[in-house]
């Protein structure tokens, strides 16, 4: 790669570990690194990732940027991709990321490839890779033009580590106020269902097919093993359990000894929430799930005929 | 009020998914298609601002012929009328060619509000949305998970981690992308459904919407399909079902839990 933009993101006012990944994947395909820090009131920032990940940083400093909003980030990352003529642009896929990148390829009429966990160097080429259909299987891409842009993963590569010192040089950017107007950030009700310190978690999935099963076939294990109910996005959409037993990227995250997810598929918006378990027990009817792929144990079986049946062992195991 | 509803036909959530032999793409000849998820969202809020007042629904789909069922469920469901593109050009274009064709038909609609699922369900690419808002000039807000209409004003909340909302106002005419979850997906009713039959929908091509293949040449392929690796992988219990019952018992006991 002969020159990359990579888009640093601020969160709480520190860098994200993300935007070290961003570094750290930029160095392993080769070239100039240029990065790029947005906000209000950053050139700390900006200083300490210039230290941190070395290369040139552009400061895009200025109180309109003082919130995300996407005509300001989109005029930054197109002002820095004219000023610098990167070969590839690297955003983590954030809601800010995700929110201001296809907006900036649509701009530059730029290819584009979201949410990618790997790009490979083959001689000139790069070959990036991603899931589709909620994990169950990868693609492999190619994008033609310049600038290539992706959205990365966050967690998908190591953050990198060195420390190279760089060097900060600001930005001009559009004076013009954004047409979209920050009012808040505010956090959704917690509820009283806390599955932070849970020991053990069943958690159910759209496998389970109707509300009444959560009852009538997960609650008999849940309650044999004195675990506490979880569930995966769709059952909290579609209304069949309240939003505090959502566990993913956009509900809880937790760490029991033992997580048993039950008709779950494993999108990685799910396995961000419950990945760092001691232990997990996958049950799935489809063997290519991708929940296998990060469970220790795993039983391929319809959940209907083997959970009433485990339910029954684990009560007899413990003498009730 | 005009509102513009962009939806996707894609496989249906319980179809049985398998590699096509040229490993660039699922088979998709015999499995069974659904609207995406996310886009019945949409159409739900859309339908929700046209039964709180005044609003002409209009449902916009690129696809091929199949697309038309989803059509017809979205008139059942209750918008006004709907539009499908398709050329054999759109067939190996990628999201910018998509957004293209989609932005060439919203400037002709010029609606009030345009309104898209997050993500298709079959790609998870997340594209087109703020595609479409940029091509059309219009500010965008994606993964709203509430909607108010303000005095001509729409104050959106959108999702961000770890339970934090994030809550923005965005003039008229703009564009949300809805997240799973927003509203209660009504069904189409079977009065609806008989209604559907009779409100227009319209198919154009490309050379209708004043575009030409070149317009939608692909600047990113996807070069191959494949499963992922196994890697480590879990240990898959094997045996009858009271069998693997009573492994799990035993490694459950193992772990010191029971
Ligand atoms: C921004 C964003 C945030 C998100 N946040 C979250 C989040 O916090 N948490 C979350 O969970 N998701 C989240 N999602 C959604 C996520 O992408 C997936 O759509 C979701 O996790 C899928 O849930 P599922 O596994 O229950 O359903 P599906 O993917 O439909 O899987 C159902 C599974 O059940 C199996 N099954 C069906 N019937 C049976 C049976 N009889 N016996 C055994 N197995 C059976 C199937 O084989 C399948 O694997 C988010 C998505 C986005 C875009």
Redesign the pocket.
Known sequence: MARTLIVAEIQNGALREATLELVALARKLGGELVSLVIGSEVSGQAETLAKQGGGKVLLADSPKLANYNSDGWADAIQRAVSAEAPDLVLISNT?SGWDVAPKVAAALDAGIITDVFDIENEGDELAFTRRLF?GKFNGRFRITGSPRIATIQPGATAAYEGSDGGSVEPLEIDSAPPRSEFLEIRMAEAGGHDLSKAEIIVS??????KPENFDAVLKPLVDALGAQMG?????VDAGWLPHEY??????QLVQPKLYVA?????????L??MKSSNYILA????PD?P?FEIADLGVV????E?VPKLAAKVKSAKGG | MKILVCVKQVPH??ARLEISSDETWIQDESIKFEINAYDTYALEEALRIKDAGEAEVVILSIGPDRAIQALRTALGMGADRAILVWDDALAGTDSLGIAKALAAVAKAEQPDLILTG??A?DT?Y?LTPPMLAELTQLPHVT?VVKETQQNGDIVAER?LEGGALEVVKLPRPCLLSI??GMNDVRYASLKGIMQAKKKPLETKSLADLGLQASDVAPKVTLEKIFLPPRGKGAEIVEGSIDEIATQVVTKIKELGLL
């Open positions: 809601p909620n159910g999935g759209r496998g389970l097919a569930a995966s996005r769709p059952v959502q566990v993913g990227s956009s509900g039950v008709g779950i598929s494993g999108a990685i918006q799910h961000v929430g049950i799935n009817k489809d799930a929940i079986q319809d959940l209907f083997f | 959530k319980d997050l993500m369900d998870n997340s993964a999702e997240q799973t």
